[in-house]
């Protein structure tokens, strides 16, 4: 007798609340397809990892190509010819002093690798109190123990405490919350003096900050301006303490430069990178560091070996797909696409600004963020039916799938389930369960490969977190 096939547990899911997963059949482009033919707006970027739209052929092919040679080798004492590649390629893009590379699965784990890295940094030089971390409010790093210790308070990790090892936690540049009561006007980047006070009183014991330069997605969209992460610069340079930059969502093009760090002229000592690396087809993470940070490593002493490792590390499926993204930057107009979406963020956002329920917009590169607040308030926590409307009004006013409402009658559950179904029918699908409780934050992050900007004024948008 036949069992019955195991029942899938989905991220970040509540099965007794959620709608039931959309089950996807085949995607192009910035579209997915069901079974039954529906078409449906990749709004979400497959979790902001797709680059260069789905199933692109020159990534698929590389993929292919490379299973038939080699699939998969242990790293440890072994290398091949796409991890040397896409090493060598990167070196072409990253910043000049950051010249190593170790390898890993995502996200989670390259930041995992960046904390043992700045940890075993110091204590191979006998440095051994220089054990704590500093990160940021608002700060997302991963699921894994080590990146939601670094990672901000929230109801998602709450059960999580007791893995958790403590951080030094200082404010983020949130301009519209600003910190220190400022406004952005009058502002001399404020809220980093809290960092220089910590690092003044503690710089014996910290050994690195950690940080989503420009850009905190998860933790609300909050674009900093570059002077922030100027400053962190400085003050870890000063202090004698590392740096490390989160790029796994920031870089491969987010922010309209490679790296977020490019933007604000910086070079940090470690940079963790996943997501758009294979451009969203594999699982593949790294961090980078510098030649600093790899010699004191280096040693006849077998203990200051960098005891680390994963089964897939340097996959060759994975790496071939990150070759083969990079050409895709050579190759095609990459950047001058993101620009394109650049000038239509410029264009649009203001144009929702004086909504009663809107308190501020932002952007960066492909991303544009609007800050929903509670009714007649300029700042509060969002009311969810309303602003549950309000995504749908904003964002179909950016993309131009379907036309701004002329009117706003009706009560805010009505607007909602009009605008659900309004959506829907457009093609156009947000799943409802990324309503974070206690957050109005819709980000909008453009696709830069086969860009829509036509006669039909569509723009395809692929990433959206609530």
Same mark, same amino acid.
């Given at each position: 007798m036949p069992r019955i096939p195991l029942s899938i547990w989905h991220p970040f899911t509540q099965d007794a609340l959620d709608p039931r997963?959309?089950?996807?059949?085949?995607?192009e482009g910035v579209?997915?397809?069901?079974?039954?033919?529906?078409?449906i707006l990749d709004a979400i970027s497959s979790w902001w990892v797709n680059l260069h739209g789905h199933?692109?052929?020159?990534?698929?092919?590389?993929?292919?190509?490379?299973a038939r040679k080699l699939e998969q080798v242990i790293f440890a004492g072994f290398t091949h010819g796409p991890a040397e590649e896409l090493a060598a390629r990167l070196r072409n893009v990253l910043p000049? $002093?950051?010249?190593?590379? +170790?390898?890993?699965?995502?996200?989670s784990t390259a930041v995992e690798v960046a904390l043992k890295m700045a940890m075993q940094f110091w204590w191979n030089q006998g440095s051994h109190e220089k054990t704590k971390l500093v990160a940021l409010e608002h700060a997302y790093h991963g699921d894994t123990a080590g990146a939601m210790s670094v990672g901000d308070d929230s $109801?998602?990790?709450?059960? +999580?405490d007791s893995l958790r090892f403590p951080v030094h936690r200082v404010p983020s540049a949130y301009c519209f919350r600003c910190p220190v009561g400022k406004t952005r006007a009058t502002c001399d980047i404020d809220c980093v003096e809290p960092l220089e006070q910590l690092l003044e009183e503690n710089e014996e014991e910290i050994a690195a900050v950690i940080v989503e330069p420009l850009l905190q997605a998860a933790g609300g969209m909050i674009v900093h301006p570059v002077e922030f992460l100027q400053r962190v610069r400085k003050l870890c340079t000063r202090h004698k303490v590392l740096l490390i930059a989160d790029e796994v969502l920031t870089g491969f093009g987010r922010t309209g430069r490679m790296f977020a760090c490019d933007r604000a002229g910086i070079v940090p000592d470690i940079m963790c990178l996943s997501k758009g690396i294979t451009g969203g087809f594999l699982p593949l993470g790294a961090t980078v560091c510098t030649e600093e940070i790899r010699d004191v490593f280096r040693s006849d002493d077998r203990m200051r070996t960098f005891f680390h490792g994963h089964s897939y590390t340097g996959s060759p499926l994975g790496?071939?797909?990150?070759?083969?993204?990079?050409?895709?930057?050579?190759?095609?107009?990459?950047?001058?696409?993101?620009?394109?979406v650049e000038r239509i963020h410029a264009e649009r956002l203001p144009l929702l600004k004086d909504h009663p329920a809107v308190g501020d917009v932002r952007s960066i590169g492909t991303v544009a963020a609007i800050e929903m607040l509670m009714?007649?308030?300029?700042?509060?926590?969002?009311?969810?039916?309303?602003?549950?409307?309000l995504v749908f009004f904003a964002f179909r006013r950016m993309a131009g799938v379907v036309p701004w409402p002329g009117t706003r009658e009706g009560t805010a559950q009505s607007r909602r389930h009009q605008t659900w179904q309004a959506a829907t029918r457009a093609g156009l699908v947000l799943r409802r369960h990324l309503f974070f409780p206690g957050e109005g934050i819709l980000g909008v992050d453009s696709v830069v490969s086969r860009l829509q900007v036509g006669r039909d004024r569509r723009v395809a948008t692929d990433c959206c977190h609530l």
């Open positions: 997963p959309i089950f996807i059949e085949r995607a579209y997915l397809y069901t079974p039954e033919g529906r078409r199933a692109h052929p020159l990534i698929a092919e590389a993929i292919a190509e490379q000049l $002093s950051l010249e190593h590379i +170790f390898f890993s699965d995502d996200g $109801s998602f990790v709450a059960a +999580f790496c071939a797909a990150g070759i083969a993204s990079l050409k895709i930057f050579e190759s095609e107009p990459v950047f001058e696409r993101i620009a394109a009714a007649g308030r300029r700042q509060g926590s969002c009311v969810h039916a309303r602003c549950q409307g």
